[in-house]
């Protein structure tokens, strides 16, 4: 996962970390309900805690049910880690 590296170096200091907020962009397109509300809700409920960095849960770190702090981690995340992330999976089809 080299290729969150691309990330600046204060993004890791939010409790959106990119790895996380690339999970919940993902969960967000494929999930039936797209709204930031049901992200944020999952968050909360512990959904992406395995995730997050050691003794840093993201569902303690949230302190509200506002969906400012995702929407702004979308739009954080550099678009190259979308598409480094992304590419091998369209590269295999076809």
């Not at 805690?49 to 981690?73: C, I, M, N, Q, V």
């Amino acid at each position: 996962m080299g290729w969150l590296a691309l990330a600046p170096k204060g993004f890791y200091l939010r409790a959106f970390t990119p790895l996380i907020t690339l999970w919940y962009f993902l969960f967000q397109r494929l999930s039936d309900n797209h709204h930031l509300s049901h992200v944020v809700q999952d968050a909360g409920d512990g959904g992406a805690d395995r995730l997050s960095p050691k003794g840093k849960r993201l569902s303690e770190r949230l302190s509200s049910e506002a969906t400012t702090s995702f929407s702004d981690a979308r739009q954080r995340l550099p678009l190259e880690i979308l598409h480094r992330c992304l590419s091998p999976t369209f590269a295999t089809e076809g």
